[in-house]
C-alpha cells in the first residue's frame, strides 16, 4: 500500500465553496401585488398629450387678422399723409374798425367793434369745412363779447372773408383794466386779443376726419370812432 500523503492548510486560508447549478436557471421571482400596483399607478401617472381648445385657435387667427388689418390701414395712412402732405387751414384779421368805447360808470365798458376774418384752405388736394366756429373778444384776460359764425365749406386753394361784428353793454371790468382801456384811448392805441375755436371736417376722396383748430389775434387800432387796425399777429394751430 502506498503511504498516504498529508497537505497541510493554513489557518489563514479561507476555502469558499461555490453553490451548485447555474445561476440563470434560478427560477424567476413573482411580482408582489405591491409592485404590481406600483407599476400600475406609474403607468396612469404618465402625461398624455392634450389636444388644443378650438377656441384658441379660433382667438389666434382673429388676432392675427385684426393685427394685418392695422398694419395695413397704418402704412396706407402714411402714404396718404406722405402724398397729400394735408396743411392746417389759417385764420386772420386784415382789416378791422374801432367804433365806440365809453363807460357808463367806472367799471363798466360798452363798446362797438368790426372786423374782417380771413379764412384759408391752404391745401391742394383736401377740401375742408368748418363746422363749429366762435370767435372771443378779449382785453387782456377779460371776456368783452362772443359771435358766432354759420358753417361753411372750403374748397382747395379757397380763401373766404366773413364779417364779424361785436357789441359789447355794460361788461364788468376790475378797477385796473378799466384804468388801462382808458389809457390806452387817450393814447390812441387800443389792444384787443382774438380768440377762435373751431370744428374743421377734412375730405380726400373717400376719407374724412375731423380736428379742432385753436386762433390766437393780438391786434392794436387807433381810438375810436375811426379806429383803424396798425398791427396785428395771428397763430393758428391744433
Known amino acids: 500500500m502506498l503511504p498516504q500523503t498529508t497537505t497541510a492548510v493554513s489557518l489563514d486560508q479561507i476555502v469558499i465553496s461555490k453553490p451548485a447549478g447555474n445561476q440563470q436557471n434560478r427560477a424567476p421571482k413573482t411580482p408582489t401585488p405591491d409592485t404590481r400596483k406600483f407599476r400600475k399607478s406609474s403607468t396612469l401617472l404618465q402625461p398624455q398629450p392634450r389636444r388644443t381648445n378650438p377656441f384658441i385657435w379660433c382667438s389666434a387667427i382673429i388676432c392675427l387678422i385684426f393685427s394685418l388689418v392695422l398694419i395695413f390701414f397704418g402704412v396706407a395712412t402714411l402714404i396718404v399723409f406722405l402724398v397729400v402732405k394735408p396743411r392746417t387751414p389759417l385764420f386772420d384779421i386784415p382789416n378791422a374798425n374801432l367804433n365806440a368805447i365809453y363807460f357808463d360808470s367806472p367799471e363798466y365798458f360798452n363798446g ?127
Open 112 to 238: 362797438d367793434l368790426t372786423f374782417v376774418a380771413n379764412f384759408s384752405n391752404p391745401n391742394r388736394k383736401i377740401e375742408v369745412r368748418f363746422e363749429y366756429l366762435v370767435i372771443e373778444l378779449f382785453f387782456y384776460d377779460r371776456l368783452l363779447s362772443t359771435q358766432t359764425i354759420q358753417p361753411f365749406t372750403q374748397r382747395q386753394r379757397e380763401i373766404r372773408l366773413e364779417s364779424v361784428h361785436f357789441i359789447s353793454s355794460l361788461v364788468f371790468l376790475p378797477q385796473n383794466l378799466a384804468v388801462g382801456l382808458q389809457k390806452q384811448v387817450l393814447s390812441n392805441r387800443v389792444s384787443y386779443n382774438f380768440r377762435g375755436t373751431y370744428k374743421v371736417k377734412a375730405t380726400f376722396g373717400l376719407i374724412h376726419f375731423s380736428y379742432w383748430l385753436h386762433s390766437r389775434c393780438q391786434v392794436e387800432m387807433t381810438g375810436p370812432p375811426t379806429g383803424v387796425l396798425v398791427a396785428r399777429r395771428c397763430i393758428t394751430k391744433r
